[in-house]
């Protein structure tokens, strides 16, 4: 029997990276995963990868920005399965910028959505697993990263929940920054590619860089098997942090 069979799980921010990873994983392991994330079209291919591995998936593709639909996401999901075991806040968003320097949107958007989304997600779930008399788990995952404006997002969410601390992973969560950094960057560990802001990697330079560099990037898989000893100890013990990096320092 595997370690989540038949048990409710929703991760947001499931679309991509970490919380692909953890959707994925939580899905193997027999819990039927209800996804959410900004972008549709990625957000379906999470779910075919699932279905693909023969797990259960439900998907609900919104902006964690709106309070209304992300409350309503959480209750459904424990209404229709009649329980909610698991909520992994693992949306997250990074626009670059020291505060000389940033934008007043760009901090709002990241607080909404690093943030609020976080609250709105967890009161909202602690309602549902109430309602549905489940003993159940939430997880935020937050950040090794303490500067600039998101490292005080990340810090907001260090809460006494499960917080998950990654170091550097190789996903797509520089598509915000300037193009030479993130190409530089690549080619620091020898990976071409040709990115532009806003671009999103493709898999295989991700997988590449991944293959090339598992000392200075962690892996969403990584990242998702923290959670999943996090999810899986007896509910009379509480896990408050797991941190999770590279064995190296992130190259600078």
């Not at 193997?28 to 995963?33: L, Y």
């Not at 964690?64 to 229709?80: G, W």
């Not at 193009?179 to 997988?207: R, Y």
Request: net charge negative; hydrophobic share 45%.
């Amino acid at each position: 029997m595997n370690a989540l069979e038949n048990t409710t799980a929703i991760i947001t921010g499931a679309s991509s990276g970490i919380g692909r990873g953890i959707a994925r994983l939580l899905a193997r392991e027999g819990s039927h995963v209800f996804i959410t994330g900004r972008d549709a079209e990625r957000l379906q291919k999470t779910a075919e990868a699932i279905e693909q591995d023969g797990g259960l998936v439900t998907t609900a593709a919104f902006d964690l920005r709106d309070s209304d639909k992300l409350q309503a996401f959480v209750m459904d999901t424990a209404k229709a399965s009649g329980h909610l075991d698991i909520m992994v806040n693992a949306a997250g968003v990074d626009l670059p910028g020291t505060i000389a320097e940033g934008k007043l949107m760009d901090w709002r958007d990241m607080f909404d959505t690093n943030v609020m989304a976080v609250l709105v997600g967890s009161q909202a779930a602690i309602q549902a697993m109430r309602e549905t008399q489940s003993q159940g788990h939430i997880v935020n995952v937050s950040s090794h990263a303490e500067n600039r404006v998101y490292g005080a997002t990340k810090s907001a969410v260090k809460s006494r929940v499960v917080n998950i601390i990654p170091g550097a992973v190789a996903t797509n969560f520089g598509r915000n920054f300037p193009p030479e950094f993130v190409n530089g960057l690549l080619k620091s560990v020898g990976v071409s590619a040709n990115f532009a802001t806003g671009d999103i990697l493709p898999e295989s330079v991700i997988d590449a860089l991944n293959a090339q560099a598992p000392a200075v990037f962690a892996s969403p898989d990584d990242i998702a098997r923290a959670v999943l000893y996090a999810v899986t100890q007896p509910h009379d013990i509480n896990v408050s942090e797991v941190m999770v990096g590279p064995r190296k320092t992130f190259p600078g």
